[in-house]
């Protein structure tokens, strides 16, 4: 047992001392591998660092490499566009250069032309126009002399004369037309050659230059379409006023002409034969001629610009002829002024105030009604004429507007005054010229001075009359017309008239429903639409026959009336509720009256 125990003993110490050596070389391993391992991490530590700062440097020389190389590529290239901008500034600014050296000349040789074709035409048409001038004197002479020995000598004289006068009117119009014809041909057709030929080189020049010199192109165009435009226009009012002229000495003839056609004196009757013969003969080539100088402005330039000359040319020659006829029988009359005194005229109407002066006595128009009243002031049985005008002024609050105020009245029967019913067939029904309406406009021509206001007033007949002055060419070119007021007319010359137009039919009134446009298609709903309606005092019973005359009481009577409601809601430009309501204030003192005659010999 003590054997055991001590063998127990020694076995403990040795495992006890090897544990302990083996703690020991453990501890011992431990630590050395400890140091090897903070050696190892500080040599890697050291390595990469160096490596760091090695691919720094390196990184940082590469970069400096490549930005230099960058600068010097980007000066390299900005010096090549720079140098690349300066020749093509340069290229462009030589071809700008060459480009306006080519419109300019190419603008002078056109310019060059223009004038030298403008002149010739010029010194044709100065020549052509005294010979015409020579000629028309010399016929002139001749056919005046011709007709006054035909007028006192006997029948057989005067139907040679007739005879050998419609042969020389035969053989003029015809050989007029054919010159004419052959005149259009031949410039129609020189006019097509020169057009073409001017499109194609036009049109190779604007291509070659349109995007470098638009804007020159366009305002040369642009200039070259108003000179044109001023030509025709100045084309357009010559050949008005020799159409007004000559129309003149062939319509008026024409009509006495017709009388002389049912006179007993057998003299006389055959000169009216032999006037209407010329007449329609002329009217004809006239018509011819029309045409041709319609073509000839379809045509344009140069060449129609030469044909029309010829054409006018032809037109005057024909004039003479038409002087015949003028001769024969000259019995017209112009239409006469007068200053009645404000006493003389009317001044008492249906519904107006009895309280107060009229417009016509005082001067003052406050509204619509009132306005009738002044227009009904030409009902005078002739002795001042239907026509009066007026110097005024237009106040609306603070502006006021100086006008002359015309006013026109309408059916009325007075011997050899243009105010019965063949006006009014003319005027509403067909809308044609009529001695009425050049009464109107010659007074108003030898009254009002060119640029002026023109207001407008008329009843019934006189309301179409102040339409048809409104829709007319020529007072529309000389003056401006501002309004123009009816009281039971019908609508006349729709879409033509200058201004404001207002018309103002009463309830029971018939005649403004009586013209072609208020009754025929579809043009009636739009003509009723257009006017303003008033109520009437005299209203028709179709179950009672005896208010159907009450028709004409209303045509006659309600325009006038200031109690009408719908009437003191409009003023004195029949305008309805206005913001600001219009009057018109005159001097009586300054009005004046003209007569209408029936043989008027105002022109057309």
């Not at 106040?395 to 100086?402: D, H, L, V, W």
């Not at 063949?422 to 809308?431: P, W």
């Not at 159907?548 to 109690?563: F, L, P, S, V, W």
């Amino acid at each position: 047992m003590g054997g055991i125990g001590r063998a127990l003993g020694n076995i403990r110490r040795t495992v006890s001392n090897t544990v302990r050596n083996t703690q020991r070389a453990a501890g011992s391993a431990v630590r050395n591998t400890q140091r090897a391992a903070s050696s190892a991490v500080r040599n890697t530590r050291q390595a990469a660092s160096s490596a760091v700062r090695n691919t720094r440097r390196a990184v940082g020389s590469t970069v400096r490499s490549t930005q230099r190389a960058v600068g010097s590529a980007v000066r390299n290239a900005q010096r090549t566009a720079t140098s690349a901008v300066r020749n093509t500034q340069r290229t462009a600014t030589s071809a700008v250069r060459n480009t306006q050296r080519a419109v300019g000349s190419t603008v002078r040789r056109t310019q060059q032309a223009v004038g030298s074709t403008v002149r010739r035409t010029q010194q044709a048409v100065r020549s052509t126009v005294r010979n015409v001038r020579q000629a028309a004197g010399n016929t002139v002479r001749r056919t005046q002399r011709a007709a006054g020995n035909a007028v006192n000598n006997t029948r057989r004289a005067v139907g040679s004369t007739v005879r050998r006068t419609q042969q020389a009117v035969g053989s003029t119009v015809r050989r007029t037309q054919r010159a004419a014809g052959n005149a259009l041909r031949t410039t129609q057709r020189a006019a097509g050659n020169a057009v073409n030929n001017t499109r194609r080189a036009v049109g190779s020049t604007v291509r070659r230059t349109q995007r470098a010199t638009g804007s020159a192109v366009s305002n040369s165009l642009r200039t070259m379409r108003q000179v044109r435009n001023n030509v025709v226009g100045t084309v357009n009012q010559t050949r008005r006023q020799l159409h007004n002229g000559i129309n003149n000495l062939a319509v008026n003839s024409y009509n006495d002409a017709r009388q002389l056609q049912q006179s007993n004196n057998p003299v006389l009757r055959t000169v009216g034969n032999a006037s209407v013969a010329i007449r329609d003969g002329v009217s004809a080539a006239n018509r011819t001629v029309d045409n041709g100088i319609q073509l000839a402005q379809n045509m344009g330039g140069p060449g129609g610009a030469v044909t029309e000359g010829l054409l006018r040319a032809s037109q005057l020659a024909m004039t003479p002829l038409r002087a015949v006829d003028q001769n024969l029988i000259n019995s017209r009359q112009l239409p006469v002024s007068s200053r009645p005194s404000p006493d003389q005229l009317t001044s008492t109407a249906y519904g107006a105030n009895p309280s107060q002066r009229g417009p016509n006595q005082s001067g003052r128009i406050n509204g619509a009604a009132q306005l009738a009243q002044f227009v009904y002031a030409g009902y005078n049985e002739g002795k001042f004429g239907p026509v009066s005008i007026v110097p005024a002024t237009v106040r609306e609050g603070n502006r006021a507007t100086q006008v002359h105020l015309v006013g026109i009245s309408g059916t009325e029967g007075v011997r050899g005054q243009s105010t019965g019913w063949a006006t009014n067939v003319k005027a509403g029904i067909l809308e044609t010229t009529n001695p009425g309406l050049r009464n109107a406009r010659e007074a108003i021509l030898r009254t009002v001075p060119a640029g002026s206001n023109l207001v407008l007033s008329g009843h019934s007949q006189g309301g179409m009359l102040a339409q048809q002055l409104a829709a007319d060419p020529e007072i529309q070119q000389r003056y401006n017309v501002m309004n123009t007021v009816t009281f039971g007319s019908p609508l006349i010359s729709p879409g033509m008239r200058a201004g404001e137009v207002r018309r103002i039919a009463a309830a029971g009134d018939p005649v403004p429903r009586a013209s072609t446009f208020s009754v025929v298609g579809p043009t009636s709903e739009w003509a009723r639409r257009g006017q303003q309606d008033i109520s009437t005092d005299f209203p028709i019973n179709r179950v009672d026959p005896r208010t159907y005359g009450q028709g004409i009481e209303a045509h006659m009577k309600d325009y006038t009336n200031e109690r009408n409601p719908e009437l003191s809601r409009m003023d004195a430009l029949g305008r309805v509720n206005p913001q600001v309501p219009a009057t018109i204030e005159f001097n009586p003192a300054d009005r004046v009256f003209f007569t209408s005659p029936t043989h008027t010999a105002s022109p057309l």
